[in-house]
């Protein structure tokens, strides 16, 4: 329930209100029902405020990525979008710490929530909103501020008779006029997304590659359990496994291509796992397993952080953050079955993690790459864009 519950702020954060404010709105809720939550009496007090933690946890995630990868131009998008993952990764790295730290549950709590509230009060200032939302939005004045910032930065120079458009309006024919077209507001909703037979499938395919994917991911994760080695130590690990994968998708996803690098490394992660899982628990064998885990993540961190790039192509502007929340959705219920395989105990978890890598790479195949390719706006400009290619 906590890892479902929090999507609907997702949904709401990307489709109705700016990115920037409802992050620091979750970060908010998330610091004040965090801290309270060790101090709840009652199991009721205790479940309630785990709910209403979910509704501001995870939607954080999502809305940080898609502002940093939204700007950032077709040949620096696939580095930028893999850069945004070294800090999930060195974040689980310093839990392990914190934990060992804090052992209690009720002193991890009040630790792991200081975050949120630096955020709010320090990085929030630096934030803006991504130009692109402003776009499709009819405010493009907002938009092209965004946009000069952005060369000021850079050492760029934009002229003054420089504007942002919509794909639409670069080739638009019709009698009304260019500037009128950019002042519409254009919305839309997962319900766009599945009327059109080109969104449609790719968010089928997208939904099941994340749940396969999130399977695994958190899986191997909570199977330390079963690896009776240090707890803190084999968490450590995983986490620090996982940076070297995104260094390393992050240089080879622009010269291979978003599609192979997909299937390459899910099925790397899924081989591992079925190596895993005839693997005995004693002795040295107990190490070769704890080795295949890793390796297994390894692969697996590679293919999560490279979903959220790949999905973010897949769709245009207008319906591209209700695409990413049921993507989410989909992992999030990956990540609520991933205990009851663990549970199993043995060999069987590494066993289904390994076919799920192995299911999530076949899906992939049906996907078009994207390399190189614009972001479409609306979902007119994406099909005509996709018909000329």
Partial sequence: MHDWCWN????????????????????????????????????????????????????????????????????????????TFYFFSGGIALLSGIAYIFQTWRSLYIASSVPSIIFVLVIILFISESPRWY????????????????????????????????????NDNDQKSIEDRSKEVITGSIVDALKSPLTRI???????????????????????????????????????????????????????????????TQWFSGI???AGSFMGSK????VVRM?????????????????????MELF???????????????AQLGAILAPFVVVLGGGLPFMIFGVCGIIGGFLTFYLPETLNKPLYDTMNGMVDGESEA
């Fill in 8 to 83: 609907i702020w997702a949904f709401i954060g990307l489709e109705t209100r700016t990115k920037r404010i409802t992050n620091s709105c979750m970060h908010t809720q998330r610091y004040i029902r965090s801290t309270n939550i060790p101090f709840s009496k009652l199991p009721q007090v205790y479940v309630v405020l785990r709910i209403l933690t979910g509704f501001s946890t995870g939607g954080v995630g999502l809305c940080a990525f898609v502002l940093a990868t939204e700007p950032v131009g077709p040949s620096k998008r696939g580095m930028a979008g893999m850069s």
């Fill in 135 to 170: 776009l499709i939005r009819g405010q493009n004045d907002n938009a092209m501020k965004i946009m000069r910032a952005i060369a000021v930065t850079n050492g760029k120079y934009l002229p003054e008779n420089v504007c942002v458009a919509r794909d639409e309006e670069v």
């Fill in 202 to 264: 790719r968010l089928f395919l997208v939904v099941g590659i994340n749940f396969t994917c999130s399977i695994v991911y958190y899986g191997l994760s909570l199977n330390v359990v079963n690896l009776e080695t240090n707890l803190y130590i084999n968490v450590l690990v995983n986490s620090v496994a996982e940076i070297p994968a995104y260094f390393l998708s992050a240089v080879l996803i622009d010269r291979f291509g978003r599609k192979p690098l997909g299937v390459g």
């Fill in 272 to 274: 591992f796992c079925l």
């Fill in 283 to 286: 002795g040295i064998w107990k």
């Fill in 291 to 311: 080795a295949c885990g890793v390796w297994g993540i390894f692969g697996m961190a590679a293919t999560y952080n490279l979903l959220f790039i790949y999905a």
């Fill in 316 to 330: 245009p502007t207008v319906v591209r953050n209700a695409a990413l929340g049921c993507a989410t959705q989909a």
